[in-house]
């Protein structure tokens, strides 16, 4: 299973991006499928994650802000980020389980500016 996200940029306070991450390779039905985030000296912490039914989670700093998406047909998961803060910039990877196996993106950056 291959992840290629794309998306990620330099955006001012207050404004949006919309992330897409597209899974490829001998794959038939993907389970979950989320977005991780790694800031400048801290831990990789969970963004959201949404399941093959469409039932969403979110970490609570983003509930209200940013909204997980997925097109099962297309194998591809959307992170739309709106009303962004300089604190949300970071490194985001999307992330699948895949028969019991975690697979990552290569990462994507957003920089948000004050």
């Known amino acids: 299973v291959q992840l290629q996200a794309s998306g990620g940029g330099l955006v001012q306070t207050g404004g949006s991006l919309r992330l897409s991450c597209a899974a490829s390779?001998?794959?038939?039905?993907?389970?979950?499928m989320g977005w991780y985030r790694q800031a400048p000296g801290k831990e990789r912490r969970l963004v959201a994650v949404?399941?093959?039914?469409?039932?969403?989670r979110y970490a609570e700093s983003v509930k209200g802000r940013f909204t997980i998406s997925r097109d099962n047909v297309r194998n591809t998961v959307y992170l739309q980020m709106n009303d962004l803060k300089p604190e949300d910039t970071a490194v985001y990877y999307c992330?699948?389980?895949?028969?019991?196996?975690?697979?990552w993106g290569q990462g994507t950056l957003v920089t948000v500016s004050s």
């Open positions: 949404i399941d093959l039914g469409g039932t969403t």
């Open positions: 992330k699948t389980v895949y028969k019991y196996r975690d697979y």
């Open positions: 390779g001998d794959i038939d039905i993907i389970k979950d």
